[in-house]
């Protein structure tokens, strides 16, 4: 029997992507549609029941706080949240049974819009897809919305967000007017920029829960035009893209949506998104592409088209603002090509393109250890922020080091609060008590380097990935948590200015009872546990 097992194993690592097709993405499609299903014959929370569920979630805290006071040994563990460490869209797979956990995963109603302050309400555990959908029927849409439906709006407020709107609005925090918090007394506090709780405001973005636990929050909305004019334009050198990226994102009038994805080293395509009028929607003249349509290209490969333009050429299109806005997701932001190679085929895409995204959580939480290993060692999930200026050599060093495409390049305006990511000028520094803004640059990089597919076993990827953090932290960039960190927690504090969150720490009662950060992002399985058997590796190749 265990022989058996054996050669089943074999057999799939060998044919994944069968395996995928006839396995895991329809049983992923029965898992969503059993959830779906759920909520259809099963009422979701009411928004005016969240002050009921609000009191619950402190009376449990409460409930662990004196427990802890008196000494209690289950409450020596620290508190988190009870959602599934599978239905997170980050690479790792959080181990909760160290923990105490408290019931929040109902927290997912969109509370209120208030269009005369321009802004949405919402529970936590609302996802992108479900606030972009809401809006989207009214006419709105969020300031800074990312690509990907199934990213919850806590996560991202209290993680990292960043969006191809970026260079306008800052990070996806940057658009929070309120955050609601239970701190580790129980107590719930509204903190927002300009009241007694001013400084926690500042301090909770990047905290991944460390200093309280978050139950509602208020973000800017946008009136949404009913279609984006994306304009595509393919360069063929790397100067001349990141020249020209540099003069857009130092317009007057930017774009309000700025993208480039990055083909080759000297093979780009920029575009740039314009909300589109209604007269130039009832024109007619230009054509309109629902690229979320399971029958459409995956947009990266439709992208990949506009290559064949030719030098100085352009092609405009208008796009639905729901589609633009998720125009990645179908594709995992790139990421479905490394399991899937196939799912951009006309024969896949007619045929099983709806089941498409696979459930990520059910990928997930079905992967095995040595595929959880292989992320690691043999793939690249990496996103980096970095000041704009420096945005050539970062692609330079990209292609030398992993020779991974497409990359994901989009500009941000990173604003400097006195928080855990600070402007390089100011690290170390008290805040001044008047935020400061830079022009950065972010880059994903998502896939397997060359050399590993041209079969070379032993690549020193754990090595690479750590020589390119050191480098973002000297340029004043940053890691996006999400990834897997390949730091330690001395190269974390100085990648994040963490003195501020150390002073929230203390104020409001976290310490020993919440994660620190690190230990909320630092990958299960140990990237620095790789480094010797990689240093024998080159060792060996230098003799």
Not at 381 to 388: D, K, L, S, T, V
Not at 511 to 538: C, H, M, Q
Request: one cysteine or more; a negative charge.
């Amino acid at each position: 029997m265990t022989k058996i097992v054996e050669v089943a194993k074999k057999w799939a690592e060998e044919h994944r992507e069968w395996t995928i097709i006839g396995v895991a993405l329809p049983l992923g499609t029965m898992a969503s549609a059993w959830e779906r299903g759920k909520s259809w014959f099963r009422k979701g929370p009411a928004p005016q029941d969240h002050d009921a569920r609000v009191s619950r979630v402190q009376a449990e805290v409460k409930r662990y706080g004196n427990a802890r006071a008196e000494g209690a040994a289950w409450a020596q563990q620290p508190l988190r949240t009870d959602r599934k460490g599978a239905a997170s869209m980050n690479t790792r797979m959080s181990d909760k049974s160290g923990s105490q956990t408290v019931g929040m995963s109902d927290l997912t109603a969109i509370l209120e819009v208030d269009e005369a302050r321009g802004v949405v309400r919402l529970e936590p555990f609302v996802t992108v897809g479900e606030v972009a959908r809401y809006l989207d029927g009214r006419g709105l849409q969020l300031e800074a919305t990312i690509e990907m439906k199934d990213a919850t709006m806590g996560g991202l407020v209290m993680a990292v967000g960043m969006t191809t709107h970026s260079h306008v609005s800052g990070l996806v925090h940057d658009t929070v007017t309120a955050y609601e918090i239970v701190t580790a007394n129980g107590e719930l506090v509204r903190a927002t920029a300009d009241n007694e709780h001013a400084d926690l405001f500042r301090a909770l973005p990047w905290s991944h829960g460390t200093l309280g636990l978050l139950v509602a929050l208020e973000m800017r909305v946008i009136p949404a035009s009913s279609h984006v004019r994306l304009v595509y334009r393919p360069f063929y050198s790397l100067e001349a893209y990141a020249e020209e990226y540099a003069r857009l994102v130092k317009d007057d009038n930017p774009p309000h949506f700025l993208e480039t994805l990055i083909f080759g080293k000297d093979r780009a395509v920029l575009m740039e998104g314009y909300l589109a009028t209604e007269a130039e929607v009832g024109a007619g003249r230009l054509p309109i592409n629902p690229v979320d349509h399971h029958i459409r290209p995956l947009f990266y490969k439709h992208v990949e088209s506009m290559l064949e333009l030719g030098e100085d050429e352009r092609h405009e299109e208008l796009i639905p603002m729901y589609d633009y806005l998720m125009r990645h997701d179908r594709s995992m932001c790139m990421c479905l090509a490394q399991i899937l190679p196939t799912a951009n085929e006309a024969w896949f895409r007619y045929t099983m393109g709806w089941m498409l995204p696979p459930n990520a959580s059910f990928l997930k939480g079905t992967r095995p250890q040595e595929e959880r290993e292989n992320t690691i060692r043999k793939q690249v999930w990496q996103e980096y922020a970095f000041p704009a200026e420096h945005f050539a050599d970062m692609v330079a060093r990209v292609h030398d080091d992993f020779e991974i495409y497409p990359l994901l390049a989009y500009p941000c305006k990173v604003i400097d609060h006195g928080g855990l990511v600070r402007l390089p000028r100011n690290r170390g520094k008290s805040y001044s008590g008047r935020p400061e803004m830079g022009a950065y640059l972010d880059i994903g990089i998502y896939g397997i380097p060359q050399r590993i597919k041209d079969g070379d076993e032993r690549f020193d990827t754990v090595t690479r990935v750590r020589k390119l953090e050191r480098e973002v932290r000297s340029l004043g960039g940053f890691v996006h948590t999400y990834c897997d960190l390949f730091g330690t927690e001395d190269e974390f504090h100085e990648m994040f200015d963490h003195n501020l969150w150390q002073e929230m720490r203390t104020k409001y009662a976290g310490e020993g009872a919440f994660p620190t950060i690190y230990e909320k992002v630092k990958p299960e399985v140990d990237p620095l546990g790789f480094l010797d058997e990689e240093r024998s590796w080159n060792a060996d190749a230098a003799e």
